[in-house]
């Protein structure tokens, strides 16, 4: 049994969660030890038939969540999850066939391969900002890995997760689950005893989910948040990096978790920057971004309170552009403003259409800066110098470095997509993916004959002058 002094007791179930317990035991029965790449297969297939056969259905569930436009639905979503499959469908064969390895003369004759096998049943959980892409993609990966799944989607971003759950029932019912709901819900299924858990998150719950994990001794993949800075210096050009920088700003509204967060520059060059940045937002957006179609919303009334309540403490003089809401539509406009290293809105991840412009003294100085937080999920630096470059390469640590381009790493499946430290442990997409919901299994076949163990059995007498 667990140890009980290491993490609470799981609160009294006299209350029950029939729907939570048998769509965990489903998903428990539906687990066949040897799954074999066909019945993969197939089941990629079906999830491949949902997102395109639901194209239409999911767009509009994510454009009355998120406002999110039918173009940027593809791109981030529905279009990204279908390459990721697609990507797992053709390797999976060779991911799965078992992988020789020698054997040190030591151990000779023997004959020894790495097998991946299933885990069981796993639980993913999503969070609202991607609400589609944050389930469908690592269940693909949980799939391809042979397991039988749990899925919770955000309860924030509620329209998708009916839908999700309507459709992963009809396409997906002998090996995926869904559990709706908030935290109660969620409390109950996290007393389960899954055999791994993938979560994508803000670091709070994902302290929740690992002690209720730890219970069980699950392992966890933890995708997490933070603040991802960007560094530009004069060596760049400045029109592109700010085209860019705005277009992962302020993609899903700025609800990305991989969105820079902040811009770390010198005084210089920051102010040449901004009207780059103003002129950006007019390009992408139109002079007036709340009539922008390409332009979503925030996800809740709670969310744009945090994110107007953090910008009433900038004064007018240090807005660049933007700073105006519409709480009744959930909107706020594409904001640029002028921030100290220590400012108010350096203290949390914006998350949300909010992009600090802030003072440093050099490519050093950001770099301390950047040290001395917790370690980002990703670090975008724009630069023609290699000297800076290698700076950066050498002196930080984040999940990602990407030169010149905010958010791409995230679609090459050959790139493992995951944090370090407070912005989460493990990673997935595509080959990561597999391994992360596999075992890779340790086989080793020595004959009986000839018996060249004798050499290590006791009695030990001349062994030691031997070795
Ligand atoms: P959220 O509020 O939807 O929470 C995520 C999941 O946790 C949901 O399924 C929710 O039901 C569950 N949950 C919430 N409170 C809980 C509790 N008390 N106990 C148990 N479960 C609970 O989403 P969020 O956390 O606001 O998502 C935003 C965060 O996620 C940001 O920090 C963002 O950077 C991060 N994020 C990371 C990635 C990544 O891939 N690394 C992707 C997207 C978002």
Not at 91 to 101: C, G, I, Y
Not at 150 to 174: I, M, Q
Not at 340 to 353: S, V
Not at 421 to 441: C, D, I, L, V, W
């Amino acid at each position: 049994s667990a140890p009980t002094d290491l993490v609470p007791a799981p609160a009294d179930d006299s209350v029950g969660f029939p729907a939570v317990d048998a769509a965990v035991d489903r998903a428990r029965a539906g687990f066949v030890p040897d799954v074999d790449l066909a019945t993969r297969l197939d089941r990629l297939h079906r999830l491949e038939d949902l997102v395109r056969e639901n194209r239409t259905v999911l767009e509009q569930a994510l454009a009355t969540d998120l406002g999110k436009p039918p173009a940027e639905a593809w791109l981030t979503e529905l279009g990204f999850t279908l390459e990721e499959i697609a990507g797992i469908r053709k390797e999976l064969r060779r991911w799965m066939s078992p992988a020789r390895v020698t054997v040190p003369l030591s151990l000779a004759p023997a004959r020894s391969h790495v097998e991946h096998q299933p885990l069981g049943t796993v639980l993913v959980m999503a969070p609202w900002n991607y609400p589609v892409q944050l389930v469908l993609s690592p269940l693909a990966g949980a799939l391809a890995a042979g397991n039988t799944v749990v899925v919770k989607p955000s309860e924030v971003s509620a329209t998708v997760s009916g839908v999700l759950a309507e459709l992963l029932e009809r396409y997906l019912g002998d090996c995926v689950s869904v559990v709706e709901g908030g935290v109660p819900e969620t409390t109950r299924l996290l007393e389960h005893r899954f055999d791994h858990v993938f979560y994508t998150g803000n670091g709070t719950v994902a302290r929740i989910v690992m002690a209720a994990a730890a219970r069980h001794l699950t392992p966890v993949t933890l995708e997490l948040g933070g603040k991802s800075p960007v560094w530009v210096d004069g060596s760049t050009d400045l029109r592109t990096a700010a085209r860019r920088i705005v277009w992962g700003k302020f993609l899903n509204a700025g609800q990305t978790c991989v969105a820079p967060d902040h811009v770390l520059g010198t005084p210089e060059v920051l102010a040449a920057l901004e009207p780059e940045l103003v002129r950006a937002v007019a390009e992408h957006y139109g002079e007036d971004p709340y009539h922008s179609d390409s332009y979503g919303r925030i996800v809740s009334g709670r969310h744009l309170e945090r994110l107007t309540g953090l910008l009433d403490q900038v004064p007018a003089h240090d807005v660049v552009c933007g700073g105006t809401a519409e709480p009744g539509e959930r909107y706020l406009a594409p904001t640029v403003v002028r921030s100290a290293p220590d400012g108010p809105l350096m203290a949390e991840e914006l998350f949300g259409p909010v992009l600090p412009l802030v003072p440093v003294a050099s490519a050093e100085h950001a770099v301390e800066l950047i040290t001395a937080r917790d370690k980002p999920l990703a670090l975008y630096v724009f630069t023609e110098d290699r000297s800076v470059k290698e700076l950066f390469r050498r002196r930080t640590s984040s999940g990602a470095l990407s030169f010149n381009a905010p958010l791409l790493h995230l679609t090459s499946p050959e790139l493992p997509f995951g944090g370090v430290g407070e912005s989460g442990t493990g990673a997935y997409h595509g080959k990561f993916s597999f391994t992360t919901f596999s075992h890779a299994r340790a086989v080793l076949d020595k004959p009986l004959a000839p018996d060249t163990l004798r050499v290590v059995y006791p009695p030990y007498r001349g062994l030691r002058a031997r070795l």
